[in-house]
């Protein structure tokens, strides 16, 4: 079944690239009425807004840094303005190590490291949740977030320290979320395996070994490539619509079986 998204009200963050940029096509493409998208990276989210438009939904860009609070109010405020409410929230930015600290490893990881990455994946969904709930409470249109956490946040990971626990407590974070908003708004999390966005690539590009870590983090999926973010993007528009009524409380695995097994396939 495709998940329908008529006259709802999006908010996507992190939807300069990756599967930020998917799922606000893709909410477009399924009916969105609007699809505000939010980044640091102004070139590349006014190119995701100019793309959504193109998909069917009204689009504007907010531009915020989410490691600070004051952006955080600014833009659900903005978002609101913009769109005449506020109907589903992607909390889908997210960091990873690698991309803070050249050789970022369990022995090295620096303090302004952990905390940007705690910023942007945990306190930022923590936050704009706070800011949007008001609004999705308001809302008669189906309301839910949808977080975007990882398989990094249930197994150990290799380089990528901060970036599993901060996942781990996202994964918490939603299932609190969905306990103190029920019943009015319904919180969901996706769990992605290895997909192929500029984060993977980056990440890749900074281990040692390049094809002994590719071939870790493809060969541990079931179905043995890298996802694709379309694939992932299925799932998030499933939750946001109204064909996921009686879900809430979530944690939705989209990882090529990754999470299924202890194998690695050779
Ligand atoms: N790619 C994967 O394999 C994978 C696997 C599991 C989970 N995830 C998660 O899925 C989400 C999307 O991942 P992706 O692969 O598309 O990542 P990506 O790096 O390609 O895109 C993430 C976006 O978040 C934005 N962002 C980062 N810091 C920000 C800040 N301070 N303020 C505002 N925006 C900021 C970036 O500019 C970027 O556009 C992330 O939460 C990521 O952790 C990715």
């Known amino acids: 079944m495709t998940a329908q998204l008529e006259g709802k009200r999006f908010l996507v963050t992190g939807a300069a690239q990756g599967m930020g940029r998917s799922i606000a096509v893709m909410a ?42 004051s952006d955080i109010q600014r833009l659900v405020d903005e978002t609101v303005a913009a769109a005449g409410g506020l109907d589903t929230l992607i909390n889908n930015a997210g960091i990873i190590d690698s991309v803070l600290m050249e050789g970022a490893r369990f022995d090295t990881l620096d303090e302004r490291v952990w905390d940007i990455v705690f910023d942007v994946n945990v306190k930022a ?26 398989v990094s946040g249930i197994n150990g990971t290799q380089n990528a320290v901060a970036y ?15 306990v103190a908003l029920a019943p009015q708004v319904r919180v969901n999390a996706f769990l992605p395996g290895a997909i192929a966005t500029p984060m993977a690539m980056d990440f890749l590009d900074s281990v040692e070994d390049r094809e002994y870590t590719m071939n870790h983090m493809t060969g541990a999926h079931l179905i043995p490539r890298f996802g694709e973010a379309d694939e992932v993007s299925e799932v998030a528009c499933f939750l946001a619509s109204d064909a996921a009524s009686f879900v809430t409380g979530g944690i939705y695995t989209v990882d090529g079986g990754t999470l299924a097994w202890r194998g690695l396939r050779a």
């Open 28 to 69: 477009a493409s399924r009916g969105a009425e609007s699809v505000i998208v939010t980044d640091v990276k102004a070139g590349a989210v006014e190119e995701t807004a100019e793309i959504v438009r193109e998909a069917g939904a009204a689009s504007s860009v907010i531009l915020a840094d989410l490691t600070r609070m």
């Open 125 to 150: 969904p923590y936050f704009l949740s706070q800011a949007a709930a008001p609004h999705l409470r308001a809302s008669d249109r189906g309301p839910s977030i949808v977080n975007s956490a990882s």
């Open 164 to 178: 599993g626990a901060s996942k781990a407590a996202l994964i918490s974070l939603t299932k609190s979320t969905a």
